[in-house]
């Protein structure tokens, strides 16, 4: 599309009641980001009310319209992606904007590639609109729909704004209240292997019985009255600030060797049959049950929001062998139902192709939407796990999707630990379900085995006989590529922030074209590296892992301030590393130089002053912190294996050097957010 042109939604697709918006961007630095929001407005070109104002602090709407569903990495960049259910967007709103925007002086024109674009409930791509002359803005509309008659249109936008989100927001009606120092959320601990405690008991479903909500306290007269008169909450467009959890209560255990009772127990889980179907029917019922939940996992999947219900072993006719699906999901919304169908796998069990197939014809036939697979690996762009034939002459279109048990456990922490859900039994579901995912024998572990590959292409190295081409390298890059996905997922949900993988490509760089060339590097110097941005810090957290020295690097760089002197830098930056290890390497970066000087803390710390150049004419551009580790060898996730390997050298390095550095969050444990939103 071009700026100012519009197209219907019905005119491109026949499943556009549900549609996924992505805005995307790519930073060459790797540092770059923006923040997307949603306004709804009515005829008159206004928000009806506050609530209309979906961002960061205000992702979901309560009649499911709208979902920010978050940022997807893709091959030259990040994916901030957004859903829409525009069969329950409201008759009163008129439009709606689709915005975003960049902080602490960011502008758009530092950014390139900015793109919208704009896929049906099948993920089927409809539309692409390029911005190619952002300049010095530091928010953008990047387009709208809105309905004319009975169907939605897309319009191409592409404006910008001087005045940020809050300027933006300002002028389509939404009352900002940026008071950055005022109380944002609440929190209540949900330390180790404590329960939540609920504020009333929680009855016992029956067979077809939910799990009701638990009631608020009754509020006294005058409590009524107070609330009555407080004005609602404006929203404010500054982030959210992190609240420490409370410390956990004092178990009532005799001694160490009581064990609490699980809801979902997993010690009669004998082999991988037990393991699939309880683990199915486990994540399907807390789902069906916690509406935070299973809207956050299916949203992105094109489902509708609504009233869901689950199903486990159903018998489905597909010639002369009836096939049982592990699971199916159906959403109902305003008398229409949204279906798929769940095939699940645990440990090291690849998904089969033969399977998947039969539930995608079965789905086409029957008119369902979906076919979802899970399973402990990880889907890469442009490199499916399950090839599947597609027959176009159906009319009907069944989208085929992929769920990582990770991905599981780390939208149930976000919920429980950082986000919050609506009441304190739905917290305790999920905090029963995330034990039952960790245990070590649900079968549940996300990417576990870097494949057969792995040891020869070691060996290979080792003994230098690894010649360029061959495909066993190519397999170890996308195993590592999905196991750095992994790693990203578990540090962002212990700490509640977005961290994702960075991939430093050209634009339109084809994914096996990527893949073939880092094969080939891998070849050549024996090492797999990779990138990861962690949301509020100050730069990249890199990970290299040289197969020839069996060594594992983990590092940060810092940037050198704007002003000051050098000896006051390194002063400063051996302070505030006062508690890390002090086997940790910091080197100093100097410009026009490969290095500069370096030494490890335990050395700098009596004299920082090290650090510095001999030349004082020499500019330093800033500081390199790195620890080093030795790998496990083993292909699979044992203690000894380089997966478990490469996960505890990132923890480490997070938690003992990249916290102490300047807009850091602490790494926080297991506690529940309550979201106050306006």
Known sequence: MIKGSNVSLTALSENAGSVVVGLGWVSQSGEGDADVSVLLLDANGKVRSDTDFYFYNNPVAADGSVQLLGKTPTEDGNEDRIGFDLTAVPDAVDRIVVAASRYEGARFGELEDLRVTLADATGEHLLRFSID????????????????????KFRAVGQGYDSGLAGLASDFGVDVDDDHDAIEGETQALSGDEQAAPVAPVPQPGPQEPLEAIPAPRQSEDDAEAGLKKPPARPRTAKKKVTLPKAARKSLAENESWRQARLFPVSALKNDHDREMRATSVLLSVMAQVPEFGRRLTAAFGAPAGRME???????????????????????????????????????????????????????????????????????????????????????KVALRHLSWAEVAHQAQMLIRHEGVGNAAHAWLLHELLHYLQHENSGCHGFQNMGAAWVPVRNGIDDETLCQGDSRALEVVESWERLIRQVCLGLGGELGQKVLPVQRTRRGTDPGERRARLADSLCADGRLQAELRIEGTPGLLAVTADLRTGKLRTSFEIPAPDQGYPLTWAKRLIRRLNEAPA????????????????????????????????????????????????????????????????????????????????????????????????
């Open 583 to 678: 086997d940790l390497h910091v080197e100093t970066l100097v410009e026009g130089e490969p290095g500069g000087p370096r030494g490890t803390l335990e050395r700098l710390r009596p004299e920082p002053a090290d650090l510095l150049p001999k030349n004082t004419a020499t500019r330093v551009t800033g500081f390199r912190l790195s620890l080093f580790k030795g790998m496990g060898s083993g292909r699979g996730n044992a203690e000894t294996g380089f997966i478990r390997s490469v996960d505890g050298a990132v923890q480490r390095f997070y938690e003992s050097v990249v916290v102490h550095l300047d807009g850091a969050a602490p790494r926080r444990t297991s506690a529940k957010e309550r979201t106050v939103t306006g």
């Open 310 to 396: 689950t199903f486990t072993e159903v018998s489905l006719p597909h010639g002369d062998t009836p096939r049982r699906p592990d699971g199916v999901i159906r959403v109902e919304r305003a008398g229409k139902l949204w279906t798929a169908l769940v095939e699940t796998k645990t440990n090291g069990n690849a998904l089969k192709p033969d399977q998947v197939q039969a539930y995608m014809d079965i789905a086409a036939r029957r008119g369902y939407e979906a076919v979802i697979t899970l399973s402990n690996d990880v889907a890469l762009e442009g490199s499916p796990l399950v090839d599947v034939k597609i027959d176009g002459r159906r009319k009907h």
């Open 133 to 152: 002359d952002a300049g010095s803005v530091s928010a953008i509309i990047f387009g709208e729909l809105y309905r004319r008659a009975d169907e939605w």
